[in-house]
Nanobody, 123 residues
Framework: QVQLVESGGGLVQAGDSLRLSCAAS????????MGWFRQAPGKEREFVAA????????YYVNSVKGRFTISRDNAKNTVYLQMNNLEPEDTAVYYC????????????????WGQGTQVTVSS
């Protein structure tokens, strides 16, 4: 089993940057696909980014391409989301997830979820 704890959220202005961290427990961390999702009030949970454990390939939703970067440090059991040039539309609770499903952009591909961290971007 995997336990996930997110951190690094906060209140920033448009154009600013944040780095989210997700600390994971579990000795099989390196084999998991790790994903970031976000959910704004009244909205569905949305895929943001993912990184495979098998080969390190990364995936992003179109709206964050060129602005966000997902990475992982397997020695530290940690995954990161570097968010640059933040926009008000990025405001949401961001969740870290671990899984291994085929479709990394779907919530059903993940079996473990963190508690979430709030990101608020003012205009």
């Amino acid at each position: 089993q995997v336990q996930l704890v997110e951190s690094g959220g906060g209140l920033v202005q448009a154009g600013d940057s944040l780095r989210l961290s997700c600390a994971a427990s579990g000795r099989t961390f390196s084999v998991y696909t790790m994903g970031w999702f976000r959910q704004a009030p009244g909205k569905e949970r949305e895929f943001v980014a993912a990184i495979r454990g098998s080969d390190g390939n990364t995936y992003y939703v179109n709206s964050v391409k060129g602005r966000f970067t997902i990475s992982r440090d397997n020695a530290k059991n940690t995954v990161y989301l570097q968010m640059n040039n933040l926009e008000p539309e990025d405001t949401a609770v961001y969740y870290c997830a671990a899984g291994g499903g085929l479709l990394v952009s779907t919530t059903t591909a993940y079996h473990y979820w963190g508690q979430g961290t709030q990101v608020t971007v003012s205009s």
